[in-house]
């Protein structure tokens, strides 16, 4: 593949001795209008990597937090069109900051496989996460994607042997993201000593960048993790910081505000990392 946004901005904040900072959002939450004005916004607050998540009604690895913020952007009417859509508005505001769409395979599928990549990759899309497709179904998506252009990011988790990772970094492109522990997104990081350690021995097998996700609430969190791994994410907190914005459900002038302040502390948290 040709050097891709999300290379140059891991060799960026590489250059810089810190961790990226990688937030994620649920497109569509909790209506189009304010999520334009989140995503918008969440460069010039500290994002260096966005995920923007693909809402979808089974969302078997998420906790409750982006569950809601699914649900929600759903009932507004979100569609995986539609956040194909908030890319490509975004993309005429910010060229540079790397997006990755994340969620689950079916709406993919029923999108229309050679659609949603062809259409991902006009619009500037940079990579995918789908949670529920494993490496023996790379023909399905995966190396669809690898030839469009697309960086394809796996997840390993602390279950993840040697000989189990070996197969899951196969095709695996643009950065790794590590599961900091068994269960799904929001629960508690229960031994930090650990992740490093996990860090480490995933670089041992691969040059490709390791992000850590799951259960990052705080700029203290960001900074712990920070010190062994190349990306930081954040998910559950940020969409946490939406729900508690709304006003009987619906957004307020405080909503985009909300999420961006919180990105602010966090990266700032990240960055103080190796300092």
Known sequence: ???????????????????????????????????????????????????????????????????????????????????????????????????????????????????????????????????????????????????????????????TDDARLETVLGNSSGFVYYVSMTGITGAEIKNRAAVGEAVNRIKSHTSLPVAVGFGIKTAEDAQLIGRDADGVVVGSALVTAVEQSLDAGRSTPKTAEAVHNLVRTLSQGARAARS
């Open 1 to 159: 593949m040709a050097v891709t946004r999300i290379d140059r901005r891991f060799e960026k904040t590489r250059a810089e001795n810190r961790p990226a900072f990688v937030s994620f959002v649920m497109a569509g939450d909790p209506d189009e209008t304010t999520a334009d004005a989140i995503l918008a916004g969440l460069p010039a607050a500290g994002a260096d990597v966005i995920e923007l998540g693909m809402p979808f009604s089974d969302p078997m690895a998420d906790g409750v937090a982006i569950q809601l913020a699914g649900q929600r952007a759903l009932k507004s009417g979100m569609t995986l069109a539609k956040t194909l859509a908030m890319v490509e508005r975004f993309r005429k505001i910010d060229d540079e900051t790397p997006i990755v769409l994340m969620g689950y395979y079916n709406p993919i599928y029923i999108f229309g496989v050679d659609a949603f990549l062809a259409e991902a990759a006009r619009i500037g899309v940079d990579g995918l996460i789908v949670v529920d497709l494993p490496a023996e179904e790379d023909d399905e998506l995966c190396l669809p994607a690898l030839k469009a252009g697309l960086n394809f990011i796996r997840l390993t988790t602390p279950t």
